[in-house]
Structures are given as structure tokens and as C-alpha cells.
């Protein structure tokens, strides 16, 4: 029952305060607040013993949705306070609570349709609001990305849907190389179907573009929403239905996932040249998150059951790191007013807290051996590739440190001329809400940390897969 | 009842058709109630009277919800790419389709491979019509969806599309797989209605009148460049 009060206070604060910023902005902003706090207290009661019968599904509660809820109400309010009191686009609460929302429904649920359905919805609502509060231009671009994420979700529905109906392979249970070649070509079609929902949703290389131009277009404190988490839980949900009924055939399926390991590959490695490359901050933000998701997209090159903890650690971690990146990112912007790497020279020497809170990130970003994110790495990249192939995707998680360091050294450079009219941090006792965005900063950069320690257990949701039967009726 | 149950996917598909080639936006929204409304009747046995309340409740609301941007004017008039006929014909090439897979599957024992032609029940059987008339309806109702979703004219006609959409998986989904569970149908109004109340947002930014080749859908991207230094920041230094 915890999971429908967390769902339901999100979900109805949600609404409250996408229609409260039409008129009252600032209230729009106080609901939201209040909103995420209250899910955040309802999230640490939910539990694996959380059972919430529907029909014939049910709605179970797990240590991963818990801990989902809970660091993502959290993360949100941070950006919400950060936008708030920087930028003030008041734009990011309703969109934000409405996915956590769909989220807990859609990982709770034991019926992977409805998890899809629920996913599509709450991707609407993080990826449409934002553009809609940012104006007409940046509206115009919210089309592909609402386009991009229904299709998604629905392409999601429709491979469960098919693979599980009579129409579909899974009757041939599991397959042996050779054994059953038309049976095996189905089954591995329907991996390349249930990983191009994940990677269309998540931004992953080669479907980035949607991704790439939404950054532009809403708030830097809606992103995380947006593609982190939102694309967090749909591999989350995707994963859970494809290691159960993929999994058993994984060995008849060697082509098509090696096909999506080299998908993973790119994304992880082109991501990070990406945010490496770019001036535009909103598109380093972007970029490395969509880098992260090439790690979550190793777990369907796996296809093994072992693959759900990790995975679960995995994505807590970087989406909470990055919540806390896109945090600096909007505390940045909203100081100095300006986007641009070379407009922000000088950043970290009038503000070293903000300073201080992106060297947090960046020790979350690569993480620190021995935390749970750290080692959910390198047990994905290790149960999906061999040793030469792995090694390089190991060397892949050094890259943050090229993208926000350099963020960090344009920071100690001499300052721009939009860097060099700020105060400075020890004017805070005049201008209080100056430095108060750096302090959030830091605060949601230690909550990252924390949640690539690893909070213990880290089970995923359960999804029911039917087993084959007959058309209905017959 | 598998006349009414043809007769039902028949009003779907056709509400389905007006909804993507009527040159009038009051018109196709029209059709697009009458699909979305007729769409969860495509089942036999029917689902609950409360899902099915709720889903009906929730095109109509989808539909509503859509109302206020086609009353301002953002839609652009002329319909379908393709022209009315083409739709119709594109759609009942796809019911054939749809109908023929699930009668075929209907008809073969599970666990069995039958050689292909033969069928223990004929696809005009009772048993047979059960599945195929959902996966007719739907298969047609995503082929019209594609050209909309893919190559979108106007906002609205998008988001008529992307409607069109859900429903068509949804009764795909119901005629191969069977209905679908109460909190699935739960989803997929939720669905419904976050997708009508995007498109309605979007096109209440983009739209206070102004005329829609202003903003086509293709020119986005540009168009966010064109306006990427002029977002209003107010820095607090």
C-alpha cells in the first residue's frame, strides 16, 4: 500500500504544481517541495513485503524502488530549489514528481505492459512540461522527444506483447545454438526491439539527436528527469523482461549481442567525446549522461541474471551523480548567466564552493573503488565482454575525468569578462541567495556519493512473463 | 456477438480514418473519439464495466484535451499526405493482414507446426473471429498511424497520431496476446491522457493564433538554435 500513497502523492502534487506555475509560480515551486518530501518519506517505508494485489498483477514493492524513490525525490529537490534560486523557470517540480510517479508504479508493477504504459506516460510529462514552460522556440523542439519517447515505451509493449503471445518465440523455450534457427532469429530480433525502446529513451548513440536538441530546450534542472532517470528506469524495467524471458535462450542469440555490446561500446565512448567536445554546458550535462547509459545497455549484451544488482547500483549511481553535475550546471548558469565553457572561465575562483561541489561530482562520476557503483561497473562491463573488449570499456570510466576536469581547470582560468562582475563567495552574508545554489550543489553531490556507496541490498523489480498458451478463445 | 464484435472494429478503423484524413481539424478530432471510444468494445468477452468506464472515460478526456488546440487554430487544414482513399485503402490492406495472422494463429494447436495453409478452424469462425477482429483493427489502426507519427504536418495531427498509436498496439496486443489486465488498461489511459495533455501544452506555446506555417513541425530544431542566446536568464550577480 506505501507504493500507491509514494505514487499517489507524487503524482497528485505533480498535477498541482504543473498547473499552479501557469498562475503562481512561486507556489508551483513550494508544492513541489513539500511534494518530494513527502515521497521521500513515503519511499523509505516501502519495502519488498509491499504487496499490493490488482487484478491478477500485482504492484511489489523492492529494495531498488526504494531506494529509486527515495534518492530521486531527493535529487529533485535539490534542482528544484537550485532552478528556484537561480534561473526561476519554476519548471522543474511538476515534471519531475509526475515521473518519480510513474516510476514507482511502472518498477513496482509485476506486468511489464502496464510498466511500459506507465514509463511512456511519465516520460511525456518530464520531457513535454519543461519545453512547454521554456517558450514557443524551445516548445517546437519538444515535438521529436515527445514522438521519441511514446514510440519508445509502446515499442517496449508491443515486444513483450508479441514475444509472449502465441504469435511469438517464446514457446520454444529455451534454445540451444542451432536448434531452432527461425525460433532463434525471433528471439534475437525481439533483443535489437527491447534495446532500441531502451536506447531511443535513454538518448544512446545512434538515436541521441532527440536528446542532443532537447538539452537546449528545457531547464539545465529538468534534465535529469528527463534522461537520467527517465531512461534509468525504462532500462530497469526493459532489463528485468529480457534477462527472465530472453535469458534462457541468450546462447542462440551470440550475434545479435554482440551487435548490442558494440551499441553500448559507442555510446560510452562517443557520450564522452561528446561532453568532451562541447562548449555548450547543457551538452556536456547531456552528453554524459547519455555516455552513462552506454554501461546500462551492457546488461543486455549479458542477458545473465546476475546482471540485476549490479545494474541496480549502476543506475542509482550515475543518475544521482548526475542529477548533482546538472545541478552545478544550473547554479553556474544561473550565477553567471551565461552557457558557454569559454563565458564561464574563472568560474570556480568567484565561487569555490560550486568549485568544491563539481570535484564531489567528479569523485562520483569515476567513482571510488570499493563503492557499489564502482563495482556494478565492472561486473557489467565484465559479464558482457571478454578480455580485450574489456579492458577498453574499463578504460572508459576514466573519462570523466577529462570531461569535468575540464569544466574544473576553465574554472581556474583567468576570469571572463560575465565571470569577473561576481561578488564572490564571501559576499554571502550580503547576498545570501548568491552562494545558497553552490551549498545545494554540494549537498546533492554528497548525496551522489552516497548513493554509490551503495545503500545494502539492491534488488530489482519483479516482472511476470507468461508463459506461452493459446490464443484466447480457442 | 462476433457481428457486433466486427461491426465495433469496423467503427474503430473508420473513426481511425476520419482522425487522420479529415481536412476539417473539428472532423478528425471526431473520428479520433470515435476510435478511441470504440477501440476497448473490440473484445470479446468483454473487459469489466469499470475498465471499461475508465477507458472510455479516458478517450474522451484524450479528445478533449486536444479540443482547445484545434479551436485556436494550430492545426493545419488539408488532412491526410496521403488523401482519404489511400488511407483507407492502406488500412484495409493492413485489417486483411491483421485478420489473417490471428486467424491463422488461432487455428494452430500450440505446440504443434502445422504446414502453412492448413488450419484446424476456418478464419471466419467464431473462435477464430475472437482474436482476429482486435488484431485486425489494430493493424489497421497503426498503419494509419505511421504517416502521421512519422511525417507529422502539424502539432495536433502528431499527437492525433501518437494516440492512434497506443491504441493500436493496445488492441494488437489484445487480439495476439489477449485482453489486456485491468492496471495495464490503467496505464495505457494514463498514457493516453499524458500524451493528449502534452500535445495540448505544446500547442498552447507554440499557438496563440498565429498561423501554422510558422512552426512546422520539420524546422524545430532550427528554430531552437535560432533562439538558444535569447533564453531569458536573469543572473542574480
Known amino acids: 500500500m506505501t507504493i500507491v500513497i509514494a505514487a499517489g502523492i507524487a503524482l497528485g502534487a505533480g498535477v498541482l504544481a504543473s498547473f499552479l506555475r501557469l498562475r503562481a509560480p512561486l507556489a508551483a515551486t513550494l508544492v513541489g517541495l513539500g511534494g518530494l518530501a513527502a515521497v521521500a518519506f513515503a519511499a523509505v517505508a516501502i519495502g519488498p513485503d509491499d504487496v499490493l494485489p490488482f487484478g491478477s498483477v500485482q504492484i511489489v514493492g523492492s529494495d531498488l524502488l526504494r531506494a529509486i524513490g527515495l534518492f530521486w525525490a531527493i535529487s529533485a529537490a535539490g534542482l528544484v530549489a537550485i532552478d528556484a534560486l537561480g534561473i526561476g523557470s519554476h519548471a522543474v517540480a511538476g515534471p519531475a514528481l509526475l515521473g518519480i510517479g510513474a516510476a514507482i508504479l511502472a518498477l513496482g508493477a509485476t506486468n511489464g505492459e502496464a510498466s511500459f504504459a506507465f514509463l511512456a506516460a511519465g516520460g511525456v510529462a518530464t520531457v ?29 509493449l508491443g515486444v513483450i506483447a508479441w514475444e509472449s503471445s502465441p504469435a511469438g518465440p517464446l514457446g520454444a523455450a529455451s534454445l540451444e545454438p542451432g536448434a531452432d534457427r527461425a525460433a532463434a532469429a525471433a528471439i534475437g530480433l525481439g533483443l535489437i526491439a527491447i534495446v532500441t525502446a531502451v536506447a531511443m529513451r535513454a538518448g544512446a548513440i545512434p538515436t541521441h539527436v532527440w536528446a ?20 534509468a528506469t525504462f532500462a530497469i524495467v526493459a532489463s528485468s523482461w529480457a534477462v527472465a524471458a530472453l535469458g534462457p535462450s541468450a546462447a542462440a542469440i551470440g550475434p545479435e549481442r554482440t551487435v548490442v555490446a558494440i551499441i553500448a561500446a559507442a555510446t560510452l565512448l562517443l557520450g564522452s567525446a561528446a561532453a568532451f567536445v562541447h562548449d555548450d554546458v547543457e551538452h556536456v550535462v547531456g552528453y554524459s549522461i547519455v555516455a552513462d ?23 542509482l549511481g550515475y543518475a544521482t551523480v548526475k542529477s548533482a553535475l546538472a545541478g552545478w550546471a544550473a547554479a553556474a548558469r ?44 565492472a561486473r557489467l562491463v565484465a559479464l558482457a565482454s571478454d578480455p580485450p573488449f574489456e579492458v577498453i570499456l574499463l578504460a572508459a570510466a576514466v573519462l570523466p575525468i577529462a570531461v569535468i576536469g575540464r569544466l574544473l581547470v576553465a574554472g581556474w582560468q583567468t576570469p571572463s569578462p560575465h565571470v569577473a562582475d561576481d561578488p564572490g563567495d564571501s559576499s554571502f552574508r550580503e547576498r545570501p541567495r548568491l552562494v545558497a545554489p553552490a551549498l545545494l550543489v554540494v549537498a546533492l553531490a554528497i548525496v551522489g556519493l552516497v548513493a554509490s556507496l551503495g545503500v545494502g541490498s539492491i534488488g530489482g523489480p519483479v516482472i511476470d512473463v507468461p508463459q506461452p498458451s493459446a490464443l484466447p478463445g480457442t | 456477438m462476433t457481428v457486433a464484435l466486427v461491426g465495433v472494429a469496423v467503427v474503430a478503423i473508420l473513426g481511425a480514418i476520419a482522425a487522420v484524413s479529415a481536412r476539417e481539424a473539428r472532423l ?98 467464431p473462435a477464430a473471429v475472437r482474436v482476429a477482429a482486435p488484431a485486425a483493427a489494430g493493424l489497421a489502426i497503426l498503419a494509419l498511424a505511421a504517416t502521421p507519427v512519422l511525417v507529422p504536418p502539424d502539432p495536433v495531427r502528431l499527437g492525433l497520431g501518437l494516440l492512434l498509436l497506443v491504441e493500436g498496439v493496445t488492441l494488437l496486443q489484445s487480439g495476439l496476446g489477449g485482453a489486456a489486465e485491468p492496471l495495464e488498461q490503467l496505464a495505457i489511459v ?34 531552437a538554435d535560432a533562439a538558444t542566446g535569447a533564453e531569458p536568464v536573469t543572473p542574480n550577480s
Do not use: K, Y
Open chain 1, 293 to 315: 547509459a552506454g554501461v546500462v545497455l551492457l546488461a543486455f549484451a549479458a542477458l545473465d541474471p546476475a546482471v540485476a544488482r549490479p545494474l541496480g547500483a549502476w543506475v
Open chain 1, 334 to 377: 544561473g550565477r553567471f548567466g551565461v552557457r558557454r565553457l569559454p563565458d564561464l572561465r574563472g568560474w570556480a575562483r568567484r565561487s569555490p564552493v560550486l568549485g568544491i561541489g563539481l570535484v564531489l561530482v567528479l569523485v562520483g562520476a569515476v567513482g571510488l573503488p570499493g563503492t557499489a557503483a564502482n563495482a556494478a561497473r
Open chain 2, 28 to 125: 478528425a478530432l471526431t473520428g479520433l473519439v470515435v476510435a478511441l471510444v470504440a477501440a476497448p468494445f473490440v473484445a470479446d468477452p468483454l473487459p469489466d464495466i469499470r475498465v471499461l468506464a475508465l477507458r472510455v472515460v479516458g478517450g474522451v478526456l484524450a479528445a478533449q484535451l486536444l479540443w482547445p488546440a484545434v479551436r485556436a487554430g494550430v492545426v493545419r487544414e488539408g488532412g491526410s499526405l496521403l488523401g482519404w482513399r489511400a488511407e483507407a485503402l492502406l488500412a484495409t490492406a493492413a485489417a486483411i493482414c491483421g485478420w489473417a495472422i490471428a486467424a491463422s494463429l488461432a487455428g494452430t494447436p500450440t505446440g504443434v507446426d502445422l504446414p502453412p495453409g492448413l488450419s484446424t478452424i476456418g478464419p471466419l469462425d
Open chain 1, 128 to 156: 513535454v512540461a519543461p519545453a512547454a514552460a521554456a517558450g514557443r522556440s524551445r516548445a517546437a523542439v519538444a515535438w521529436r522527444a515527445l514522438r521519441t519517447v511514446v514510440i519508445a515505451g509502446f515499442l517496449g
Open chain 1, 212 to 231: 542532443a536538441r532537447l538539452v537546449e530546450a528545457i531547464p539545465m534542472a529538468a534534465i535529469p528527469a528527463a534522461l537520467a532517470w527517465g531512461g
Open chain 2, 190 to 223: 494514463a498514457a493516453l491522457v499524458a500524451v493528449a495533455a502534452g500535445v495540448a501544452a505544446l500547442s498552447r506555446t507554440l499557438d496563440t493564433g498565429a498561423a501554422t506555417a510558422a512552426h512546422p513541425i520539420s524546422g524545430a530544431g532550427h528554430a
